[in-house]
């Protein structure tokens, strides 16, 4: 059973042993990617643990995510994750793509089933010679060797779940085939976390669940996107964003309460690694890791 039970605070000149990890995108264009680097520069001193890259659906960014995975690691020495997905893919290009990864050093993969490539919330096909899902994907990366393995995890259930059970049995198959961690979808209600750890306790998956924390960079956007996924938008966040689409300042300070809010009771009660969603910016971030006690070293 979670203690959930609001400990004191802990003194503000005592700083905490965190593990933070920053989640970016592959760039599409010369402009895009010189905001990446901008970015990661100014988060790098924040000394994160890893920096993840994702994989578009269906491998559309295979050669990218590859790429701003090298570059990562040769030019910042930050230790970078890949991700990688399944879907319409064969077990052998997904192999090579594991490979692939093998041969340039990178030693560290979040895996993933991915979406259909009809649209998320679409059934789910399997390619006929690939892995039917992402606890066959972690099996298989493991055949090919000992890479460090972060699954997705579902504070609110994923969508395509039949119930609870299905849900928690379906992480407990990805961290039985070697996952180290599992990360956690977004979610923006503190509680939906607690319980997921409860089923989580009961059910003896003893790896992290590093909860995947989305700053608000858009609340229109992040939240369309949320839906999608299956996290859901509570009253109480609709109506702190309510009516500042055309106020970027207010939105701005807004944004930064509402995920201190969040970090801070997360951190509070016992929770010392972070995955932030970055969507390829800084600035938020660099405050929330403050209000965490870390800053640029
Ligand atoms: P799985 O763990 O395979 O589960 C998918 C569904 O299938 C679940 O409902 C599960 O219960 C069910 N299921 C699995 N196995 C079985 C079985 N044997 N019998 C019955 N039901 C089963 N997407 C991308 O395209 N690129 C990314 O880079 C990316 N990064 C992500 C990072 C994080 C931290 C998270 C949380 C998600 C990310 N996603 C990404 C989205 C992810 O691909 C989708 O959420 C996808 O729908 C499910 O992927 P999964 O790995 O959780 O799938």
New binding site residues.
């Given amino acids: 059973m979670i203690n959930k039970q609001r400990i004191s605070r802990r003194p503000k000149n005592e700083v905490p042993d965190l593990e933070l990890s920053f989640?970016f995108?592959p760039p599409k264009s010369d402009k895009a990617e010189e905001r990446f680097w901008q970015a990661l520069k100014k988060l790098a001193p924040l000394e994160p643990d890893f920096v993840?890259?994702?994989?578009?659906?269906?491998g559309s960014t295979r050669e990218r995510?590859l790429n701003m995975v090298q570059k990562i690691t040769t030019q910042t020495g930050i230790k970078a994750a890949a991700?990688?997905?399944c879907?319409d893919a064969s077990r052998h290009e997904v192999d090579e793509v594991v490979r692939g990864y093998q041969r340039a050093g990178i030693n560290r993969i979040?895996?993933?089933?991915?979406?259909p490539s009809t649209g998320?919330g679409e059934a789910?096909v399997a390619h006929q010679d690939g892995y039917?899902?992402?606890?066959?994907?972690v099996a298989g990366i493991k055949e090919i060797g000992d890479f460090d393995i972060?699954?997705?995890?579902?504070p609110e259930?994923?969508?395509?779940?039949?119930d609870w059970n299905?849900?928690i049995?379906?992480?407990k198959?990805?961290i039985d085939a070697g996952a180290n961690r599992a990360?956690?979808?977004?979610f923006f209600d503190n509680d939906h976390y607690w319980r997921f750890m409860e089923r989580v306790e009961k059910a003896q998956i003893n790896v992290p669940i590093v909860p995947?924390i989305q700053p608000i960079h858009n609340f229109t956007q992040i939240s369309n996107f949320a839906k999608r996924?299956g996290a859901s938008i509570p009253a109480w966040l609709l109506e702190r964003f309510e009516g500042l689409e055309d106020d970027p300042e207010t939105h701005a300070l807004v944004a930064a309460a509402v995920a201190a809010e969040q970090v801070i009771e997360l951190e509070d009660n016992g929770v010392t690694q972070f995955?932030f969603y970055t969507m390829n910016r800084s600035s938020l971030i660099l405050a929330l890791a403050r209000f965490l006690g870390r800053k640029s070293r």
């Fill in positions: 989640e995108f993840s890259v994702t994989y578009g659906a269906g995510t991700h990688l997905t879907v979040v895996a993933l089933r991915g979406d998320i789910f039917n899902n992402a606890a066959e994907l972060s699954v997705a995890a579902y259930k994923h969508p395509e779940s039949t299905a849900d049995d379906n992480l198959r990805k990360i956690t979808q977004m995947g996924c995955h």
